[in-house]
């Protein structure tokens, strides 16, 4: 029997691999990815690698030690550069086939740059290398370090930064941080909290360039013509998924990998984690989410959809991210849009330690905890059960 071609070793990658043996695949598995060893767990990445409180050795993927019981060839340093969806072939970067019974595309996400990005001192971070790169010339006491974007991964290296005594600006197009993930009404209170730990905040304006002095950068020209003078730059301006290499493959590619309800893009092939779009049936929409227990949840219901034949289950989730800022710890269950309503469910926003819920009529479409870790878990069951509003109105009352 030909293989199952897994791309992409990283948590979706391997989630679905463990999932194939739990579900009693015993065939032959292979893995490939274009990096040139398992890639690292990403989150410590932007906080405990990049603050030097964790050995980078630590960071391993969460399936790394058991790898070896998972039984499967993996192949590093080894890209695939095309798929033909009909036969299920792959062609390698080293210039081999593969034509696979079923195919798992968890080539996840890379990150987007700006011009001048290849200048010394600007950074992105994704990948260990990319952390251990930003630790080295954060150690080098730059003047200031200047932060474009204020999603979860700026907001994170930003805080990290601060905590390092740098000078942090954080540049933020938006008129609030976080925008991709939480309501407006409540971005605010990032950029509070940045404020509060000694962050010169920029919102609602964006970058027009670079600026070098040699190959080095030397600031950041806002699009008002201000100047933010910084020596060392980091780009988090969110991520591309890694789907350059499918086109003419007969796989849908419109925000990633578009795939059905149960995980399926084309006959055979499944896609899972960041790189994956799929139709959410908990919350009736598409969605594509860039989220750690996601690519862990999504990767193993993409491996066992692959054995399902014709008998596929939905794959019906609810988000769930985490983000280290400070002393303040967000979990937010859900997936709220930018406009939908803020109802303060317990605490208050000034103390910092709150329950947010996020409604749209009679519908909750997600919780957000700060410094709340028991009610944010328990909210989240809730969400599982059902979307309705009432119940977690009650969960507070
Ligand atoms: C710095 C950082 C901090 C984060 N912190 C948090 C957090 O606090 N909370 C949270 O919920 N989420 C967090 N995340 C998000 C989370 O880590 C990601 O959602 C998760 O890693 C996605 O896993 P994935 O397997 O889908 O993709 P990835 O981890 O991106 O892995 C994709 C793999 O595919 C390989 N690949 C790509 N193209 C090819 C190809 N053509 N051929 C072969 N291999 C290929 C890549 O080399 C890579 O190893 C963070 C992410 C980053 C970058």
Known sequence: ???????????????????????????????????????????????QVLAGTMEPEAAHQPLANRLAELDAEIRFSTAATALDAATRTVSLADGTEITAEGIVLAMGASPRRLPGGELAGVHVVRTLADS?????????????????????????????????????????????????????????????????????????????????????????????????????????????????????????????????????????????????????????ERMRVEQWEHAIEHGAAAGRRLLAGDDGEPFGSVPWFWSDQYDRKLQMAGRPAADDEVVILDGTVEERRFVAGFRRGDRCTGVLGVNRPRHAIQARMRLVESLDWAPIQDLFT
Do not use: Q, Y
């Open 1 to 47: 029997m030909a293989p199952i071609l897994i791309v992409g070793a990283s948590l979706a990658g391997l989630s679905a691999l463990d999932a194939l043996r739990a579900a009693g695949h015993d065939g032959e598995v292979i893995v490939v990815d274009a990096a040139p060893e398992l890639p690292s767990d990403r989150p410590p990445l932007s906080k």
């Open 132 to 284: 251990l790169a930003l630790r080295r010339d954060l150690g080098a006491s730059p003047n200031r370090v200047a932060v474009i974007g204020a999603g979860f991964i700026g907001a994170e290296v930003a805080a990290t930064c601060r905590g390092l005594g740098l000078e942090v600006t954080m540049i933020e197009a938006a008129p609030v941080p976080m925008v991709r993930v939480l309501p407006s009404a409540i971005g605010g209170f990032v950029a509070d909290v940045h404020r509060d730990h000694g962050v010169d905040v920029r919102l609602g304006v964006g970058v027009s360039g670079l600026l070098a002095d040699g190959d080095r950068v030397r600031g950041v020209e806002l699009a008002d013509g201000s100047v933010v003078d910084a020596d060392v730059v980091v780009v988090g301006i969110g991520v591309v998924p890694s789907v350059d290499w499918l086109e003419g493959s007969g796989v849908p590619v419109g925000n990633g990998i578009t795939c059905d309800e149960t995980c399926l893009a084309a006959p055979g092939i499944v896609a899972a984690g960041d790189v994956a779009e799929w139709f959410n049936p908990h919350f009736g």
